[in-house]
């Protein structure tokens, strides 16, 4: 079948009311492949409709850069992605929009300082080692790398924005955010579900987790003001920052519904992304041995076998691009939406005010036009400059782009680095015997499935140090 593009005829190709409700069941089942199978049908641009609303799913490196860099003030984060993320991490940087969101990043902003995400180095390196010694008494033997990765981040995350220790707590708030996350999906691809008052066991489990986070949150912020009142010098941080916040305008202080928003959407947005990252970095290296060696190789050589410091990341120039090239095959944000608030213009085609816009990384990420070999893991893509890369900018965008870029995408991948870089310089990954394809589940992030059951489990053997 001849393949359709953007620019036949004027009206955007794609799917009236219709063909829409019955695509349901197929969008339900996996939200990524019906985005995938779209835009190789329709192009660069497709059309959903229903009724009155309208949705347009956007491919094009051009119409991407409009609506999150040139034009970026027309399209707000109202959107049920965003609301439904809100349920659970409130109206923090993620989801807020206008004044408070601008206002909110000005104040976490410095938080991510490359001097500040030097600094992060220490609490990076003991969260890791600690779990490596741990590793080290058990293995060889099989590890799933998904909960290891999401604990470690999650530790880091805590250590590094908010000064607290979350070993001992790590597995059950790991828990508690993967159930809130999971309901949040469950509820945007399930038209009938039943709404969040009712006490179905799914609804109480949510509701359950959402009372772990805030107690977490809670006894955190309680803690720090309990130092400050006792004169104790508290830390330099990003918490105290948040507390000792005054708006600009109003002279008041951040109210403490604001301060909870802020600390919860950073551990998630902080962890969650990170973890899967590098969940997929390990499933990519483990099935590409050639390229792990090379990582091995070039740790021994730049590092030899003392531990990873913040100042060899400039030369680990494979480690760098192994996660590029991960972050472009699997970006864990997989899908980013806006919403029109007033008519636009999208690569020539009409936009009407109150559009949903949709934009995958994933799928801009292996658009043929852009990427040779999409499908294949080619970490060599991202030698050279960055100046000189031969795709347009915004044909890569695992941290998004324009103002709302990731404000973590350098504390990101520091920490990916210096992670990838501890783990390959002791252990060596491969699959797990008889492992069947690894799915992609996308889930708030993209996560790794085997046989329908979360989780990814490889076998680790430890290396001669
Ligand atoms: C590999 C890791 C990460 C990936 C792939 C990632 C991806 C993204 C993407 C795509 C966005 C833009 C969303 C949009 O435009 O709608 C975003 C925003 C954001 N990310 Fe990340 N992120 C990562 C790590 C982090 C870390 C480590 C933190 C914090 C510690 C963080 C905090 C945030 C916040 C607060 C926003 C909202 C920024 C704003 O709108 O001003 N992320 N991230």
């Given amino acids: 079948m001849k393949q359709r593009t953007a620019h036949d005829g004027d009206r955007i190709p794609g799917l009236g009311s219709m063909a829409l409700l019955f695509s349901i069941p197929r969008i339900q089942r996996n939200p990524l492949a019906f985005l995938s199978a779209c835009a190789q049908r329709y192009g660069d641009l497709a059309r959903f409709e229903a009724g009155e609303q309208m949705a347009c799913f956007v491919n094009s490196p051009t119409a991407i850069r409009r609506v999150l860099q040139d034009n970026h003030r027309n399209y707000t984060k109202d959107t049920i992605q965003y609301d439904q993320l809100a349920t659970v991490a409130g109206r923090g940087l993620l989801t807020s929009d206008g004044e ?12 991510f300082h ?45 250590q590094t924005l908010f000064s607290i220790d979350l070993s001992r707590d790590a597995p059950r708030l790991t828990q508690a955010i993967l159930t809130a996350l999971d ?30 986070l805030d107690d977490a949150v809670r006894d955190l912020i309680d803690a720090r003001r309990s130092q400050s009142a006792a004169k104790d010098t508290p830390p330099d941080d990003l918490l105290s920052a948040l507390l000792n916040a005054t708006d600009t305008d109003t002279g008041r202080q951040l109210d403490d519904r604001a301060i909870r928003d802020e600390v919860l959407t950073l551990l998630i947005a902080g962890h969650e992304t990170t973890a899967s990252a590098l969940t997929w970095a390990w499933h990519l290296l483990a099935t590409h041995p050639e390229a792990q060696e090379k990582l091995r190789r070039e740790i021994a050589q730049v590092i030899g076998p003392r531990p990873p410091q913040y100042a060899d990341l400039p030369r680990l120039i ?76 915004f044909a890569y965008i695992p941290f998004g782009g324009g103002p709302r870029v990731c404000i973590g995408q350098n504390l990101a991948m520091v920490e990916a680095m210096l992670i990838l870089a501890s783990l390959a310089q002791q252990f060596w990954f ?18 790794p499935r085997v046989k329908g059951r979360r989780g990814l489990q490889l076998r680790a053997r430890p290396l001669q140090l």
């Fill in 430 to 447: 491969e699959p797990e015997r008889g492992q069947s394809a690894v799915d992609i589940a996308p889930l708030v992030t993209l996560r």
């Fill in 100 to 111: 408070t969101w601008l206002s909110h990043r000005r104040l976490i902003q410095p938080a």
């Fill in 114 to 158: 490359p001097r500040r995400i030097e600094a992060m180095e220490t609490a990076i390196l003991r969260a890791t080692t600690a779990m490596l010694a741990e590793w080290r008494g058990r293995l060889p033997g099989s590890v799933d790398i998904d909960a290891e990765m999401l604990r470690l981040t999650l530790q880091i995350a805590g």
């Fill in 183 to 212: 309901h949040i999906v469950y509820r945007a691809s399930n038209f009938l579900a039943l709404p969040d008052h009712i006490p179905t066991p799914r609804n109480r489990r949510f509701h359950a987790a959402l009372a772990t």
């Fill in 318 to 393: 494979w480690c760098r691009q192994v996660l590029e090239e991960t972050l472009r095959l699997y970006p864990p944000a997989w899908l980013i939406t806006r919403r029109a608030i007033q008519a636009d213009e999208l690569d020539g085609h009409a936009i009407p005010a109150g559009t949903l816009v949709i934009i995958s990384p994933y799928t801009i990420q292996r658009h043929p036009a852009y990427w040779s070999d999409p499908d294949c893991f080619k970490p060599e893509r991202f030698a050279g400059e960055r100046a000189d890369y031969p795709w347009p900018r």
